[in-house]
Nanobody, 126 residues
Framework: RVQLVESGGGSVQPGGSLRLSCAAFEYPFSDYCIGWFRQAPGKQREGVAAIESDGTTRYVDSVKGRFTASKDNAKKSLYLQMNSLKPEDTAMYYC????????????????????WGQGTQVSVSS
């Protein structure tokens, strides 16, 4: 069965950096959409970054220029490099797979994602 396993979360000060990783098991990694969502307390789960099978990458406006998503098809791994972190980036970050990348940033789309990782916490505060 498909498993997504995240790692790399933690606590940093504003302006700091973190790199998240997601290892995918039993998933046709190179053939479908894969990406990152996040959920802050009391808020809806939102798309952060999504990578199409052809490598096309999309970002939510609030992280453009600060976050970079990438994947390694050979290692079946997904990454999220997060720079210039802000307190508003504090959330549980989830690796997501098998969904429509083009719908990633629709605020009501999260229930349509088929596979989720367990999440990794990112906390940004001074």
């Amino acid at each position: 069965r498909v498993q997504l396993v995240e790692s790399g979360g933690g606590s940093v000060q504003p302006g700091g950096s973190l790199r998240l990783s997601c290892a995918a098991f039993e998933y046709p990694f190179s053939d479908y959409c894969i990406g990152w969502f996040r959920q802050a307390p009391g808020k809806q789960r939102e798309g952060v970054a999504a990578i199409e099978s052809d490598g096309t990458t999309r970002y939510v406006d609030s992280v453009k220029g600060r976050f970079t998503a990438s994947k390694d098809n050979a290692k079946k791994s997904l990454y999220l490099q997060m720079n210039s972190l802000k307190p508003e980036d504090t959330a549980m970050y989830y690796c997501a797979a098998d969904y429509d990348c083009r719908q990633s940033f629709n605020p009501d789309y999260a229930p349509f994602v088929n596979y989720w990782g367990q999440g990794t916490q990112v906390s940004v505060s001074s």
